[in-house]
Nanobody
Framework: QVQLVESGGGLVQAGGSLRLSCVAA????????MGWFRQGPGKERTFVAA????????LYSDSVKGRFTVSRDNDKNTVYLQMNSLKPEDTAVYYC????????????????????WGQGTQVTVSS
């Protein structure tokens, strides 16, 4: 059974930082594009960041560009999201996702383009 497990969420004050991790179990995702998405209360799930299998490029939403950094360690089958200068509007459940296609260079932004999802981790930023 394929599983993506996020961790690292929590409560932080505005201006603070958190580092999310997403570990894959059941199979390797070292050849797959990975993405981070978030869903705030009463809102749709939206794209945050993506990174292709070899880390050759990264893509961010405009709302997090310059504050968040996505990275991956394929030896550990783990993808990370470093979140700095957090704002109250960053409050959401954060999900990692993986595409089933392998060896893609492009970083994909649409949630319907991802095939595997984690259960999410809550990030709450207080003002």
């Amino acid at each position: 059974q394929v599983q993506l497990v996020e961790s690292g969420g929590g409560l932080v004050q505005a201006g603070g930082s958190l580092r999310l991790s997403c570990v894959a179990a059941g199979r390797t995702f070292s050849r797959n594009t990975m993405g981070w998405f978030r869903q705030g209360p009463g809102k749709e799930r939206t794209f945050v960041a993506a990174i292709p299998w070899n880390g050759s490029r990264t893509l961010y939403s405009d709302s997090v560009k310059g504050r968040f950094t996505v990275s991956r360690d394929n030896d550990k089958n783990t993808v990370y999201l470093q979140m700095n200068s957090l704002k109250p509007e960053d409050t959401a459940v954060y999900y990692c996702a993986a595409r089933s296609s392998i060896f893609e260079i492009r970083a994909v932004t649409g949630p319907d383009m991802y095939d595997y999802w984690g259960q999410g981790t809550q990030v709450t930023v207080s003002s």
